[in-house]
Structures are given as C-alpha cells and as structure tokens.
C-alpha cells in the first residue's frame, strides 16, 4: 500500500466524510468529472529522512462543492480525520498527521467552490503486518 492509498482508504471509510461525499467523488489525482460535492488528493512535497526509513509527505487535499459553506463543511471533516492522526491504515503506518493550512476559493472556471487543505504526514517508508 502506498501512503495516497492509505488517505484515499481512511476518507472512504470515514462515515462523517461519506456522509457529505460519495466515495465514488474521492479521487486521487485529478479532479473528479462526476459531479458535486467531491475530493480530490495528491502528493505536492517529499522529504525522505533517516535514510528513507522515515518520510514527510505533504498532500493537498481538495474539497469542492456547489455553495462555499458544503465546502467548508467537507474540509472541516477532512481536517478532523487527519490532524494530529497517529496509527496505521491499512497496514501503512502514519506517525503524525498535521494541517499546514487551508483557504476558501471559487472556481471561475466550474463555479465551485473549493477548499484546499494541505497536510503532512510523517509516516514509515515500510508496511506494518
């Protein structure tokens, strides 16, 4: 498992993001076509440490939907889930989870509104069995 499948696996689990958004509506990579409200996630920095036994890994993950408090909604239950989350998903053991930081945009293009989150993980280069 690689650590965007394991933040990709704890949303879809997640019944308080579900409940707001489609698992089918969490994406990683590119934005989802589908529809409104969704997310999408990737990775946007890396730092290996400790010979590549340790990593930091920064992921933005958006949230969009069609008024900017839905958005704001989806972001708060993503920062909810993820900071200061320590354990392992999936056999991918995260040590730390912290949000650097988050704002409110829309979009011109889609008219959505949008709310980046960018959050970084400390976690183990190896899977826990």
């Not at 990683?28 to 590549?52: C, S």
């Not at 408090?69 to 708060?76: C, T």
């Not at 829309?106 to 069995?129: A, C, G, M, Q, Y």
Request: hydrophobic fraction near 40%; include cysteine.
């Amino acid at each position: 498992m690689t650590l965007h499948e394991a933040i990709g696996y704890r949303m879809i689990q997640s019944t308080d993001i579900t409940a707001l958004v489609s698992a089918e509506n969490i994406t990683h990579g590119d934005r989802p076509q589908g529809g409104t409200p969704a997310i999408n996630f990737f990775e946007i920095a890396y730092e290996p440490l400790a010979n590549g036994i340790v990593e930091i890994t920064s992921y933005q993950i958006s949230c969009r939907a069609a008024t900017p408090e839905d958005a704001q909604a989806i972001s708060r239950e993503v920062m909810f889930l993820f900071h200061n989350f320590t354990g392992v998903v999936n056999g991918f053991d995260i040590r730390m989870g912290t949000v650097e930081g988050k704002f409110l945009l829309k979009e011109p293009d889609t008219e959505l509104w949008h709310v980046p989150i960018d959050i970084r993980f400390n976690n183990l280069d190896t899977t826990v069995s």
